[in-house]
């Protein structure tokens, strides 16, 4: 993958994602995710950002190809909260660890 292009199109097809889908999510045509994957056009530097963002993806590794694909600050952050959160609700009862799953599943949708 030698190209901002060709690393677009193979981590949007890794999430998931169509042109379309990714262009409604980040809010721009299906074009212009079209363009990038063809080299078509320079991006400009708040839809990559949209992209990072949506896909988690290190912006470094998208733009030039250095890097892991992987957002690792984003993972790392990650964990710190899901660690916090098991150590708060290991000490809870069963019924209050059920109360809050049912939340986080609401949160979900």
């Given at each position: 993958?030698?190209?901002?292009?060709?690393?677009?199109?193979?981590?949007?097809?890794?999430?998931?994602?169509?042109?379309?889908?990714?262009?409604?999510?980040?809010g721009v045509s299906r074009g212009v995710i079209?363009?990038?994957?063809?080299?078509?056009?320079?991006?400009?530097?708040?839809?990559?950002?949209?992209?990072?963002?949506?896909?988690?993806?290190?912006?470094?590794?998208?733009?030039?190809?250095?890097?892991?694909?992987?957002?690792?600050?984003?993972?790392?952050?990650?964990?710190?909260?899901?660690?916090?959160?098991?150590?708060?609700?290991?000490?809870?009862?069963?019924?209050?660890?059920a109360y809050l799953l049912d939340v986080a599943?609401?949160?979900?949708?």
């Amino acid at each position: 993958m030698n190209t901002l292009g060709e690393r677009l199109n193979y981590v949007r097809k890794k999430n998931g994602y169509t042109q379309n889908t990714l262009a409604e999510t980040i809010g721009v045509s299906r074009g212009v995710i079209f363009n990038l994957e063809k080299n078509k056009t320079v991006p400009q530097m708040i839809v990559i950002n949209a992209i990072c963002q949506t896909l988690r993806i290190n912006k470094d590794w998208l733009v030039r190809g250095t890097g892991e694909p992987e957002d690792t600050k984003e993972i790392l952050m990650s964990t710190k909260i899901l660690t916090e959160l098991y150590q708060i609700i290991r000490e809870l009862s069963e019924e209050e660890q059920a109360y809050l799953l049912d939340v986080a599943k609401s949160l979900k949708h």
